[in-house]
């Protein structure tokens, strides 16, 4: 077998993440039939046209799952479904920023639709943040899309038919090739060729199986930064590349991770030159806020010391 990219980092990642060995389907590891878990499925088994973003299907049965006014009335899921194209509509006129905080709006929970009772305003659920399991987790490869050109991102993750993760997996054989290069390819390349695909974006990232960085939607390249797990010193870990690569996959791209970064660590703001950016946490932000707040729940000592270096986000953690 030929050792290249698509054999080796990304058909790791996927094994990673959902226990699938592409490389030897006799070596597939059994599938879990509970919790939070990805599950792999190849691109030809998603229903979904090459023009489209949300596999309509998937959205359409969590609609039905998770809101009581439209399991009574299954129809309804149309009208919400019609209200979701329209907002990938607009990215070319506002801006994939704005038109992913629109979107953020939808994925948490905070938009409405008159399916109440005499027209009565009633919040849309997309996602289930309360019993990860009510959700759908896939993660498929080679997804193809067209919009101004055809191009099809090494790895995506769908949340109930949602694409909300982009991944781009490199070679690690050729020493001139890192994980900047599939960031190079996410920002530069996809982000302004099918712009559509991250309007329900969570994250992107990118790994030549030696470091693993990830960044939010029109983040700068320099912003990308690393995800480090607590308490992780495990140096020579560190130089085998694909093994540690591999447990920080499984912890940031983990469904509760993820979603928690979602709902609780995603922000929307201005730069000084007045353009709309999105902001995502940095490791050490995350779990110092974690932190923070577990010591809060436990009503321990109400004093403690964060160490922080310039740049770090100290005013955003605060």
């Known amino acids: 077998m030929t050792f290249n990219e ?57 609609l039905i799952r998770l809101n009581t006014e439209i399991a009574k ?35 948490t929970g905070e938009k409405t639709m008159p399916f109440g009772e005499n027209n009565r305003h009633v919040p849309v659920r997309l996602v289930d943040f309360d019993t990860l399991i009510n959700n759908s987790y896939v993660v498929t490869n080679q ?42 390819e996410i920002h530069d390349i996809y982000e ?20 693993l960085y990830y960044g939010a939607i029109r983040s700068p390249l320099e912003y990308w930064a690393p995800w480090r797990l607590e308490n992780d010193e495990d140096v020579l870990a560190k130089r085998l590349g694909l093994a540690e690569i591999g447990k920080e996959l499984s912890d940031l791209l983990s469904p509760t991770r993820l979603l928690d970064i979602l709902q609780n660590f995603s922000l929307f703001s201005t730069d000084k030159k007045k353009r709309r950016i999105k902001i995502i946490p940095r490791f050490q932000q995350y779990e110092g806020a974690n932190t923070i707040m577990e010591r809060v729940k436990e009503g321990r000592v109400k004093k403690g010391l964060i160490w922080h270096f310039q740049g770090s986000g100290k005013s955003l953690l605060m």
């Open 73 to 107: 009335n299954p129809a309804l899921a149309d009208e919400v479904i019609y209200k979701l194209r329209a907002v990938f509509l607009t990215v070319n006129q506002v801006g994939l920023v704005k038109t992913n905080e629109e979107f953020f709006k939808w994925l």
């Open 6 to 62: 698509l054999n080796s980092v990304e058909y790791f990642i996927i094994q990673q993440l959902s226990g699938v060995n592409l490389n030897d389907s006799r070596l597939k590891e059994p599938k879990t039939s509970y919790g939070a878990k990805w599950e792999y499925k190849a691109i030809n088994e998603i229903q979904r046209g090459v023009n489209e973003v949300l596999v309509e299907v998937e959205v359409k049965a969590a």
């Open 192 to 211: 302004n060729s099918v712009p559509q695909l991250f309007v329900p974006n969570i994250l992107s990232f990118a790994t030549e199986g030696k470091e």
């Open 143 to 184: 997804f193809r899309i067209h919009h101004r050109e055809t191009k099809i991102p090494d790895i995506v993750l769908l949340i109930n038919g949602i694409p909300v993760v982009v991944g781009e997996a490199k070679t690690p054989i050729r020493p001139s090739v890192s994980w900047l290069d599939g960031a190079h």
